[in-house]
């Protein structure tokens, strides 16, 4: 069994910054691509950030220059560092990885998501 376990949201004031952890534990053989996905309330979930198993990254528009994405693979953890935050980043951030689980072949997991909450 896998789980994806996501840490690091709260309350923060706009301009601040938050960093979130994703660490992915249990039957995990190897990780490829990895990402960040929000969800506000009444809206689509919408991806934010994207980093391959070679550290490739890919970001929304909407967040582009204020966030950062990096992953440990020896630790399968993906991290989301957010700076300057906005009221509208308020939402539900889930991290999201395909990985190799003890069917031997690539399935996607979500975990079950961390508040982040940006006050005006």
């Known amino acids: 069994q896998v789980q994806l376990v996501e840490s690091g949201g709260g309350l923060v004031e706009t301009g601040g910054s938050l960093r979130l952890s994703c660490a992915a534990s249990?039957?995990?053989?190897?990780?490829?691509?990895m990402a960040w996905y929000r969800q506000a309330p009444g809206k689509e979930r919408e991806e934010v950030a994207f980093?391959?198993?070679?550290?490739?990254?890919r970001y929304a528009a909407s967040v582009q220059g204020r966030f950062t994405v990096t992953r440990d693979n020896a630790k399968n953890t993906v991290f989301l560092q957010m700076t300057t935050l906005l009221p509208e980043y308020t939402a539900a951030y889930f991290c999201?990885?395909?990985?190799?689980?003890?069917?031997?072949?690539?399935?996607?997991?979500w975990g079950q998501g961390t508040q982040v909450t940006v006050s005006a």
């Open positions: 249990g039957s995990v053989y190897d990780i490829d691509d």
């Open positions: 980093i391959t198993h070679g550290g490739t990254t």
């Open positions: 999201c990885a395909n990985l190799r689980d003890n069917t031997l072949s690539f399935q996607t997991y």
